[in-house]
């Protein structure tokens, strides 16, 4: 319980008006006494309030996407009657009182699992010189993921028209690595689909017809060691590389792939194996993970999947550290040896424009001096890991995760899975 400004204004009137009267001691004395006994019996009334509070069921949210998010109050007291609602730096509410009703749209800043607590209740008096505090409801779990929905739409429009192309299902044929039938040759064949033997044989050019294999695996890697908890944006390397991990998902699911992940930092931190209809069981699996400051152990988590069936390796990590990137390479023939391996990594958009932009002074010229110093070690390791077989899948933010669709379908378009 609290007294309101009405009741301290009042007070200090009286104050002034003792003052002014200069002797009017008991008559100040008298209404003072009577302001505080009308205070507390507002008080007494607030306390009385009982207001009912309906708060929703929030449902689970997709990063960046917004949610109707309303709180009902019935109160037949009189007097004022104000709602506040705190929510967690992970979360933004945007609210618009109402006649006592709070409405707005929840928005999830971060994925993860995040706490609503519970709405604060200001009841006024009927006299408006005192008001009470309470807490209503219960706290409300929240829980941010990846958008999926988005990833869907977006892996859906990249790879329509493509995937006739990669075989989406086992009765179209294409150039691929399990083998169909026989037939006559056509201008268009590949040279190496000849069948020489049956050339000889017919006495006419024949060729072999492929089907693609849809018994393939896609093993995404993440890394959650110190490097991915860089800030780009208003989001991490980490966030960026989740969505994209969604959307890549999406796109193998829909080529009839199983997909699997693994995250890791000194240890392994999530192991899900391969499997039919992955996309949702993987960004589940990882939706709160959260980069570390630790070194990441590539040797570890490269041994982990280099013994499994042959599979397309997905690593999504940073390579702007050179001392981080070395240890990747070191580690990296472990799986080249057996699989198809793309290292995606996200371009920094405020790094390229540092060291593009004309220097305006000393600080500029040093700030664009590491800038270019940080690329030089990217563009490095990025050569080092190609010589090594493997792929390397490079964009901003923004199209990540288009740019790694783009790159699993050319692999599926080359039967390099």
């Known amino acids: 319980m609290s007294p309101t400004r009405r009741a301290a204004a009042l007070i200090g009137l009286l104050a002034v008006a003792t003052v002014a009267l200069q002797g009017a001691w008991g008559i100040a004395a008298f209404l003072a006494v009577g302001v505080a006994g009308l205070t507390i019996a507002d008080a007494a009334a607030a306390v009385r309030r009982r207001p009912e509070v309906v708060r929703p069921r929030v449902p689970t949210l997709a990063r960046g996407t917004g949610v109707e998010f309303e709180i009902r109050v019935s109160d037949e007291g009189q007097g004022s009657l104000r709602l506040r609602q705190p929510v967690p730096p992970e979360l933004a509410l945007n609210l618009q009182e109402s006649r006592g009703d709070l409405r707005g749209v929840l928005v999830g800043r971060n994925r993860g699992v995040h706490t609503i607590p519970a709405t604060t209740v200001r009841s006024g008096g009927p006299l408006g010189f005192a008001t009470c505090d309470r807490l209503a409801g219960t706290p409300i779990d929240v829980v941010v993921m990846p958008d999926l929905p988005r990833a869907r739409r977006m892996a859906e429009s ?211 001096a590491a800038a270019v110093d940080l690329l030089d070690n990217s563009a490095r390791s990025v050569e080092l890991i190609r010589r090594m077989g493997a792929v390397v899948v490079e964009s901003p933010p923004d199209s990540l995760g288009a740019a790694c669709v783009d790159g699993y379908l050319r692999l599926k378009r080359r039967a390099r899975l």
């Open 158 to 368: 990249r790879a329509r028209g493509r995937l006739a192309e990669t075989g989406k299902i086992r009765s179209r044929l294409g150039i691929g690595t399990e083998f169909e039938t026989i037939r006559d040759y056509t201008p268009d064949d590949d040279v190496r689909q000849i069948n020489w033997t049956a050339t000889a044989r017919t006495g006419r050019p024949m060729s072999n017809q492929y089907r693609v294999d849809e018994n393939r695996d896609l093993m995404c890697l993440i890394d959650a060691g110190r490097l991915m908890a860089a800030p780009l944006g208003t989001s991490t390397r980490m966030d960026i590389a989740l969505d994209a991990v969604a959307a890549l998902a999406v796109a193998a699911e829909h080529a009839g792939d199983r997909v699997g992940t693994i995250a890791f930092g000194s240890t392994i931190l999530r192991h899900l194996s391969p499997r039919r209809r992955g996309a949702e069981p993987v960004v589940r699996a990882l939706f709160d993970l959260e980069a570390a400051e630790v070194e990441s152990d590539y040797e570890r988590a490269f041994t982990a999947v280099a013994g499994a069936k042959r599979a397309l390796i997905a690593l999504f990590t940073d390579l702007m550290d050179e001392a981080a990137t070395s240890s990747l390479i070191e580690a990296l023939p472990v799986l080249t040896r057996r699989h198809a391996v793309m290292a995606v990594t996200c371009l920094d958009s405020d790094l390229l424009s540092i060291s593009t932009r004309p220097p305006a002074g000393v600080h500029d010229a040093l700030r664009e």
